[in-house]
């Protein structure tokens, strides 16, 4: 079955800073990989996704980028801001076949003013 | 999202106890989940739905059952509540119709078997 590994567990950033979150997948098939936000105390949340059929993904400040030959993704955060502090969740799953969502085990992500 | 609810939100039992955590959603969704979050252990799946009559063993299902009483009504049971099921569980839903794929989360009940 999928396995999700992701990276680093936690990461510090001087708000302004950038902040890289690296997942990296087992299953080839894989076509979908959302990244979930999660504020302390509060529920999961859809902050980007990308399809196997695309390289990167932008959404003001969030990008996704995907390397299907290396079977890895990547979440990139510029110009942080300390409400961007929390946990990040990267997932995989077959494409229209969120049956077998597999989530990373997260990364705690401290934006420092 | 208010539109997922989970009930109860905090619960303390003791072992050996059968425990009823309930989610309820007014989104219209047909798939249904339940998660269990550990720390470091990120979300693990238990049981997902597709449908009324669909039910599906997720990643850790052992010690567990699910019962899809409505489409909007999905309830996790533990049938003896043993102490490593101490955790935060979330109920999710998403919509095959969407072909979004995104799942919507609950609020999460924290349960705490002692």
């Known amino acids: 079955g999928e396995n999700v590994e992701q990276h680093p567990s936690t990461l510090s950033v001087q708000e302004g800073d950038s902040a890289v979150i690296k997942c990296t997948y087992s299953d080839s098939a894989s076509n979908y990989f959302p990244w979930y936000k999660q504020e302390l105390g509060k529920r999961p949340q859809l902050i980007i996704d990308?399809?196997?059929?695309?390289g990167e993904k932008k959404d003001q400040r969030i990008a996704v980028t995907l390397n299907k030959t290396a079977k890895h993704f990547s979440l990139h955060i510029t110009e942080t801001q300390p409400e961007d502090s929390a946990v990040y969740f990267c997932a995989a799953s077959g494409l229209y076949n969120t049956d077998k969502l597999i989530f990373g085990t997260g990364t705690r992500l401290q934006v420092f003013p | 999202d208010a539109d997922v609810t989970q009930t109860p939100r905090n619960r303390i039992t003791k072992t050996g106890k059968r425990i009823m955590l309930e989610c309820s959603q007014t989104k219209g969704h047909d798939r249904m989940y339940w998660y269990r979050q550990d720390p470091g252990l990120g979300l693990r799946l238990i049981y997902y739905?597709?449908?009324?009559?669909?039910?599906n063993k997720g990643e850790i299902s052992d010690g567990y059952s699910v019962s899809r009483q409505a489409q909007a009504k999905f309830s996790l049971s533990l049938e003896s509540a043993i102490p490593n099921q101490t955790a935060l569980y979330f109920c999710?839903?998403?919509?095959?119709?969407?072909?979004?794929?995104?799942?919507?989360f609950g609020p999460g009940t924290r349960l705490t078997v002692l």
């Open positions: 999710a839903t998403s919509a095959w119709r969407d072909h979004t794929d995104t799942q919507y």
């Open positions: 990308i399809r196997s059929n695309v």
């Open positions: 739905s597709f449908d009324v009559k669909d039910i």
